[in-house]
């Protein structure tokens, strides 16, 4: 009998024991869940798919090629494949990927791979992101060798561009400045990787920090990606919170639309980013943008040859523009921009214009646009003189500051690689 | 992975969307219109107001092909499977539910068929090109275009697309394609089996014949199912 007692007692024991342990493993699988889930976030944010992911090919197995002035670089697998994707990797191996630049080896990446960015992304945020690609299917894909030109082959040369445009450090919060935008600044500077596209790019395929988020044209795409900090350019200044929202999150606004590359960060990843960590890099971006005085007009064209191109402009401007921008350029936005006070078409570069008026263009697919309209190309429809002349006519007229462009600058950009 | 979430989500977006166009009272005045032909004003100035062609002989005719056979297109225009730049370009960052919207569009759109224009080939180049649309050549495993294609060349429901309306130069372009692997279908890509046989002659001849045909009574593509085929197409579920 007491045997029996006890017998029972201990199995009730080991009942509430097992029930307690369950409880446990649910709630830490909870825990794991989450994280999963915020990291598939903070990819999200860093846009890795848009790079690791090939076209048609299998999520986060690499192979997608990216161009450079040095020849052409392949992207890894990241997929948890153990013998080539990163299935052997600890999280401390991953953050040093992150965070320096390197494989666990101490091997040097190429800065291709954002790390110069990412290296402001927290500890915390970094195990995170691994955890999600932990979690995704492996996918059994070798890493296709890059094909890069003499001397560039040679990963010790990445040394000396680390030492000129890289400096280690995770994202140190500006105690003076608000919790929101201090948000927005750890997700524009580090994962957001802005500044890779958005700062001039010198010879040595590097950015200096001085000239963070300054402009320029992107090598090998020729398209030119804007100053975010001064107001002639792309700089937000006097953006309404809800336009760069929109912008951000759609692809659409009442200021402007995006386009070419921009089209791409925001369908792969700013359109996923919630409406909190949105309206956090709005507001850094509206801060950190400045006024600036208008540069001195510097057009290669004598005044005649300008207002002889500006007034054949209007003629093409009025049969082929008109109906969707509208006669006095006020478009019917956001769907139709405006063309009229439109900063990303007055700027002294007039690449992005030329282009668009050449390949047309449609904005991304979005949750918030997901059927947005589109621009026809005209290419095949205007000669290099009367691309030059309408871009030089919604350059200047209706009080935008812009200057005329020449046909020879038109006719270079028809040779633009198309993706 | 992301697409599987993302799919349903613009799915329901473009409903509610279609929903508002019903409801087209409520449209503001300074927006565009609410239809599909506005959001195609991209594609017209090449494939003609309803998809009915341009001038250009290479810029195909869009309009009542199957809509299955025509979101085929353009999904491999999207990953740049089926390359031509300018396509390539726009359809970039466009989801799948919006290209289905499109092929949908023109694919209902039902402007007259072109007159055939005359050929500029021999009579016996033209009786060896319908010999082949017709009849094939067993002896070079070349089956007739028209066991796929259909009697009438119409084209079948919902992946193979009819051959009229079609000006030469983009007819032998497009086989041209298959052959050198430029343009290929969901495998088992039989289109590249059947234009593998076909030589420069056999297409230049095939290509002029179609061109002449004119137009039928009835141009739409067939019910699914309406005949077999010799052999199977990935892009036509059987």
Same mark, same amino acid.
């Given at each position: ?25 649910? $709630?830490?699988?909870?825990? !794991?869940?989450?994280?999963? +889930? @915020? ?9 890795? #798919? ?72 927290? @500890? ?8 999600? /690609?932990?979690?995704? *299917? ?46 927005? *600044? ?16 010198? *010879? ?45 999150? #759609? ?49 290669? /064209? ?27 350029? =006020? ?11 439109? $900063? ?44 030059? &002349? ?25 040779? *633009?690689?198309?993706? | ?11 329901? +977006? ?16 300074? $927006? ?11 594609? !017209? ?15 195909? @005719?869009?309009?009542?092909? %199957? ?41 209902? =759109? ?23 649309? #017709? ?52 495998? %088992?890509?039989?289109? $590249? ?7 420069? &002659?056999?297409? #230049? ?34």
């Amino acid at each position: 009998m007491g045997s029996k007692l006890s017998i029972t007692l201990l199995s009730i024991q080991l009942l509430a024991l097992a029930a307690f342990t369950t409880a446990a493993a649910a $709630q830490d699988k909870d825990k !794991t869940g989450d994280i999963i +889930a @915020r990291g598939e976030y903070l990819a999200r944010a860093g846009d890795c #798919t848009a790079c690791h992911t090939a076209p048609e090919g299998r999520l986060f197995a690499g192979g997608r090629a990216m161009p450079t002035p040095f020849g052409t670089l392949y992207t890894s697998n990241v997929t948890p494949d153990p013998e080539t994707g990163i299935g052997k990797w600890s999280a401390d191996d991953f953050y040093k990927t992150m965070h320096n630049g390197r494989f666990p080896d101490g091997g040097l990446l190429y800065p291709a791979m954002p790390f110069a960015s990412y290296t402001k992304v927290t @500890r915390a945020d970094s195990d995170a992101i691994f955890a999600y /690609l932990r979690s995704i *299917a492996p996918v059994n894909q070798k890493n296709k060798p890059h094909e890069l030109r003499f001397p560039y082959d040679n990963r010790q040369l990445i040394l000396g561009w680390r030492t000129l445009f890289f400096s280690e450090g995770e994202f140190k919060p500006d105690p003076k400045k608000s919790a929101e935008w201090n948000r927005g *600044a750890y997700l524009v500077e580090g994962l957001g990787h802005c500044g890779m596209c958005h700062s001039p790019i010198n *010879a040595l395929g590097g950015t200096s920090q001085s000239d963070a988020f300054k402009g320029g044209l992107i090598p090998m795409q020729n398209w030119y990606a804007p100053s975010l900090t001064s107001n002639r350019e792309a700089g937000l200044g006097d953006w309404s919170i809800k336009d760069i929202t929109d912008l951000l999150q #759609t692809g659409v606004s009442m200021r402007g639309v995006v386009y070419g590359p921009m089209a791409e960060v925001v369908h792969n990843s700013l359109q996923y980013l919630n409406d909190e960590d949105t309206r956090a890099m709005a507001v850094y971006l509206k801060g950190i943008a400045e006024p600036s005085p208008p540069p001195a007009a510097s057009s290669a /064209l004598s005044t005649t040859e300008s207002s002889l191109l500006i007034s054949l402009g209007k003629t093409v401007y009025d049969k082929n523009c008109a109906s969707c921008h509208g006669t006095q350029g =006020e478009g019917k936005p956001p769907h139709w921009p405006p063309l009229a006070n439109n $900063q990303s078409i007055e700027m002294q570069s007039a690449v992005n214009p030329i282009r668009m008026v050449l390949n047309g263009g449609y904005p991304p697919g979005t949750k918030g646009n997901p059927m947005p309209y589109g621009m026809p190309p005209f290419a095949g429809l205007l000669s290099d003189n009367e691309v030059a &002349a309408v871009v030089s006519y919604i350059r200047t007229a209706w009080g935008n500051r812009g200057t005329p462009v020449s046909a020879r600058e038109a006719n270079e950009l028809r040779s *633009a690689p198309l993706n | 992975m992301f697409a599987r979430y993302t799919a349903p989500a613009i799915a329901i +977006a473009i409903l509610a969307t279609l929903v508002a166009v019903d409801g087209a009272a409520a449209q503001t005045v300074n $927006q565009p219109p609410d239809t599909m032909a506005a959001r195609v004003e991209a594609c !017209t100035p090449c494939h003609g107001n309803k998809g009915e062609g341009t001038s250009d002989v290479y810029f195909p @005719r869009l309009a009542g092909k %199957p809509a299955g056979y025509l979101y085929n297109q353009l999904l491999a225009f999207r990953s740049g499977r089926r390359k031509y730049p300018p396509m390539n370009y726009l359809l970039e960052f466009l989801p799948d539910p919006y290209l289905e919207a499109m092929a949908e569009y023109f694919a209902s =759109e039902h402007p007259p068929l072109p007159q055939p224009a005359p050929s500029e080939v021999s009579k016996d180049v033209l009786a060896q090109g319908e010999l082949l649309a #017709t009849s094939g050549d067993a002896g070079r495993n070349i089956p007739a275009c028209v066991s796929c294609h259909g009697p009438g060349l119409t084209g079948m429901q919902p992946g193979i697309p009819g051959l009229l309306g079609l000006r030469a130069n983009y007819i032998s372009a497009q086989l041209g394609g298959w052959r050198y692997g430029t343009r290929t279908a969901k495998s %088992p890509d039989c289109m $590249q089996l059947v234009a593998g046989h076909l030589t420069e &002659a056999d297409v #230049t001849a095939v290509a002029a014949w179609l061109a002449t045909r004119p137009a039928p009574a009835n141009p739409a593509p067939v019910p699914k199912g309406t005949y077999a085929l010799p052999f199977g197409c990935g892009s036509q579920p059987n």
